[in-house]
């Protein structure tokens, strides 16, 4: 089937504004993660859904940051009043549990002029 | 959440060569895994070793895990320019699977 999606693919913003990201995980798939990746750096955990359980959210940044996950299907990743430090990458991925494969969707390259 | 350490943070190998990419964690794990990104696009699976397993093989790629040290080596024979890369490992142990800085490979034709 589908691989992981994500939208928009680029995104252009200007600062104080907010932004929406979506990830549509693979079918069936019960954990979805959401990462972060500024230019030449390594992968930032910011946020995990694991099925109906109360989200990981150790890895976000500030309160500006929020994520949604609908039952076991789209998630949102929102971030509020957005800054220059906010550019970067955001990766998705899904896999069928925690402790299994992850799949990557492509990304969305933000950039807050 | 767990992530692992990979070192050396970037290494640089002639295409022919075999490059060996070391990660170290810190708590039981069930199994251990390694992701392959280029170009900072989304990261690509490619081997995953169970707590139980001591050594695996794909291909080129040669992985070994030794729980009493808590550490795994990646090892890729023959390298070719193609493999210039970052790689991550991915300890999954109790807590949700996460990444590390990785190690950033370039191989020079």
């Known amino acids: 089937g589908a691989g992981v999606s994500q939208s928009p693919s680029n995104k252009v913003t200007e600062k104080g504004k907010d932004v929406e990201l979506r990830c549509d995980p693979i079918?069936?798939?019960?954990?979805l993660y959401w990462y972060r990746q500024r230019l030449g750096q390594g992968l930032e955990f910011l946020i995990y859904?694991?099925?109906?359980?109360?989200?990981?959210k150790s890895g976000l940044p500030s309160d500006r940051f929020s994520a949604e996950r609908t039952g076991e299907s789209v998630s949102t990743l929102t971030i509020q009043r957005t800054q220059q430090e906010d550019s970067a990458v955001y990766l998705c991925?899904?896999?069928?549990?925690?402790?299994?494969?992850?799949?990557f969707g492509p990304g969305t390259r933000l950039l807050v002029l | 959440s767990q992530q692992g350490e990979e070192d050396p943070q970037a290494l640089s190998i002639q295409e022919g060569e075999n490059a060996t990419m070391n990660c170290s964690y810190k708590?039981?794990?069930?199994?251990l895994q390694w992701y392959r990104q280029n170009s900072g696009r989304g990261l690509v699976h490619l081997i995953l070793?169970?707590?139980?397993?001591r050594e695996k093989h794909s291909g080129r790629l040669r992985v070994t895990l030794d729980t009493s040290k808590k550490s795994s080596s990646l090892l890729i024979t023959a390298s070719r320019a193609a493999d210039t890369a970052s790689y991550f490992c991915?300890?999954?142990?109790?807590?949700?699977?996460?990444f590390g800085k990785g190690t950033r490979l370039s191989v020079i034709a």
């Open positions: 991925a899904s896999s069928l549990s925690d402790q299994e494969t992850q799949y």
């Open positions: 079918s069936g798939h019960t954990a």
């Open positions: 859904f694991q099925g109906n359980s109360a989200p990981d």
């Open positions: 708590t039981s794990i069930n199994n």
């Open positions: 070793i169970r707590s139980n397993e």
């Open positions: 991915a300890p999954a142990g109790n807590t949700p699977l996460v």
